[in-house]
T-cell receptor
């Protein structure tokens, strides 16, 4: 079975600063995707970034980037120039490619608060 | 285009009643997923549809839970004889094909009194 662990229940950061959210996962599979989703108080889950396990290059999306360490099974999210609108719960998620029908396995989430 | 929509946004019901939760996926998305988000259990997978078929029902917690999808589009999650432990946010997601990125709806918050 696959597991995803987010060891930081809560994090806080000052506006304009950088913050890193941690995620580790456990799997015996070799082909998979990793995701970070953001869930603001509105409850809508929003895709932040996706990483394909077969790609060595770390994914980036504007102010969001990941540090993907496949051997260590680590997938952290770095948010640069934090903005008040980044305040949300962040979920790390894992999907096996080809089997398990593409269902996502989620971590427990990290509540991020950006302070002015 | 329009995203995934879910209705109702909130539902309060009495223990023992049946409830139906609706999901409208993004047009053209063939894969549809239901998840449940609760304080104690976090985010859990419930069921997956490919077209109108549900090849993976492994996450349904009991036989009180059922789901269907019609016309390869709208899906309904039905909970019979609701219990207090069914209180949660029920999230629906769709993707263009199985294994692609999933896009989520705003969820239905179910409260069982």
């Amino acid at each position: 079975a696959q597991t995803v662990t987010q060891s930081q229940p809560e994090m806080s950061v000052q506006e304009a600063e950088t913050v890193t959210l941690s995620c580790t996962y456990d799997t015996s599979e070799n082909n998979y995707y990793l995701f970070w989703y953001k869930q603001p108080p509105s409850r809508q889950m929003i895709l932040v970034i996706r990483q394909e396990a077969y790609k060595q290059q770390n994914a980036t999306e504007n102010r969001f980037s990941v540090n993907f360490q496949k051997a260590a099974k680590s997938f952290s999210l770095k948010i640069s120039d934090s903005q008040l609108g980044d305040t949300a719960m962040y979920f790390c998620a894992f999907m096996i490619i080809g089997t398990s029908y593409g269902k996502l396995t989620f971590g427990q989430g990290t509540i991020l608060t950006v302070h002015p | 285009g329009a995203g995934v929509s879910q209705s109702p946004s909130n539902k309060v019901t009495e223990k023992g009643k049946d409830v139906e939760l609706r999901c409208d996926p993004i047009s053209g998305h063939t894969a549809l997923y239901w998840y449940r988000q609760s304080l104690g259990q976090g985010l859990e997978f419930l069921i997956y549809f490919q077209g109108n078929s549900a090849p993976d029902k492994s996450g349904l917690p009991s036989d009180r839970f059922s789901a269907e999808r019609t016309g390869g589009s709208v899906s309904t999650l039905t909970i019979q004889r609701t219990q207090q432990e069914d209180s949660a946010v029920y999230l629906c997601a769709s993707s263009l094909v199985q294994g692609d990125t999933q896009y989520f709806g705003p969820g239905t918050r179910l409260t069982v009194l």
